[in-house]
């Protein structure tokens, strides 16, 4: 399959535009605990929505995992196990820096080490460094965290001009070194997703020599990497469930604490949506990588990057910035050009690789 640079980047593109965008259905999720609908939506992202997609689309999937060596699924779920740990630290990343702040070095994080490690692992980053093709790509890679850096410029100025009952708040549980440590984790853990794709890759062969669609190849590596995902966020929920009293809120029809009727069926479909949605992101992230040539190391910084932009864009309709200064209006509408730039920058690389390959 021939790589082709621009439609990679117009499916990451998309992939991060459902990612940005799957926690709105939980907006209208009424009398449930987190833990229950992240839980309930859960299932449909990390179990319901792989199997049944790589099902529709992709031939032989149980016998494609049965072939697979086990030291590869092995990895695979492993590198998904430390990615949902890191998603479950990232909540305490913004309790102890803020929103703003917590996100930008969280995802930076990720950025920088979900991009890179995979080709220093494979031993191929020197070849990388020394191509101009590779060059190109590596400086789209610094745009992106020189992006996310004036993006998290922009929400530390926004929540400086919060008013001073919020601002206390927020800076109630500040603690930089705690908060410092906990976003390292989590977006070194969190860049455990591109690792588990990486892992995968025999997978991936196995399905095209299954007559796969060479697009949809990744398919049944999410299966094996998100069911490592699945694992942790299910034992930390329950856990939460158990702690909180909340486990009957999937069956009760009224709610324990105030005794208000639970639109369940609600619920579950607005989880669901959440659930599937999310796991879009990675539906297209996985097509993505598969057209972005020898350097698909770099999908996952378009990821991060398109992520923050249509989160940033999301922000901006939802009237989150309103009331703030001039100055902070300008970070952001900064911080978008440069995560903007950074995927062209990415992609031209990415362009000049495919005609060294010619």
């Known amino acids: ?36 609908y992240w839980l309930a939506g859960g299932f449909f992202s990390w179990i319901i929505a792989p199997w049944v997609l ?14 697979t060596p086990l030291s590869v699924l092995f990895w695979a779920y492993f590198f998904g196990a430390m990615w949902g740990l890191g998603g479950l630290t990232f909540g ?29 692992f494979d031993g191929k980053f020197a070849s990388i460094v020394g191509e101009t093709s590779g060059q190109v790509t590596l400086l789209g890679v610094a745009v992106c965290l020189a992006g996310i850096a004036v993006s998290g410029l922009a929400g530390m100025s926004k929540e400086k001009e919060l008013p001073e009952e919020q601002k206390k708040a927020a800076i109630k549980e500040f603690n930089f070194f705690k908060g410092i440590l ?17 892992a995968g890759k025999p997978i991936a062969e196995l399905a095209l020599q299954h007559n796969a669609p060479p697009l949809f190849q990744n398919l049944p590596v999410l299966i094996v990497v998100l069911a490592g995902g699945f694992t942790t966020n299910f034992i930390w929920c329950v856990l939460l469930n158990v702690k909180n009293k909340s486990a009957r809120d999937y069956i009760a029809p009224v709610s324990a604490s105030d005794g208000v009727r639970v639109p369940l069926l609600s619920n579950y479909v ?7 949605t999310w796991y879009l992101q990675f539906f297209f992230y996985s097509m ?34 309103k009331g703030t200064s001039p100055r ?18 990415v992609g031209y690389g990415n362009y000049l690789g495919n005609l060294a390959g010619h």
């Open 92 to 120: 305490l990343t913004m309790r102890y820096l803020g929103i703003a702040l917590g996100m930008a070095i969280a995802l930076g994080y990720c950025a920088a080490f979900g991009t890179l490690m995979p080709p220093i």
């Open 182 to 198: 906990v976003a390292t984790f989590s977006g070194v853990m969190s860049a455990s997703m591109s690792y588990g794709l990486a």
């Open 270 to 276: 607005f989880s669901a949506i959440a659930g599937t």
């Open 1 to 36: 399959m021939a790589p082709n640079p621009f439609l990679g980047v117009i499916l990451h593109a998309i992939g991060g535009l459902a990612s940005a965008s799957f926690y709105i259905p939980y907006r209208r999720v009424r009398h449930w605990a987190w833990e229950s």
């Open 54 to 67: 790589a099902l529709l689309i992709v031939p032989d999937v149980p016998q494609i995992l049965a072939q």
């Open 328 to 345: 902070t209006h300008v970070l952001i509408a900064i911080g978008l050009a440069v995560l903007i730039g950074s995927t062209v920058v």
């Open 288 to 321: 993505g990588t598969t057209k972005m040539g020898k350097y698909d190391f770099s999908s996952w910084t378009l990821h991060m990057s398109s992520i923050i932009i249509f989160s940033t864009l999301w922000g901006i309709a939802l009237r989150e910035w």
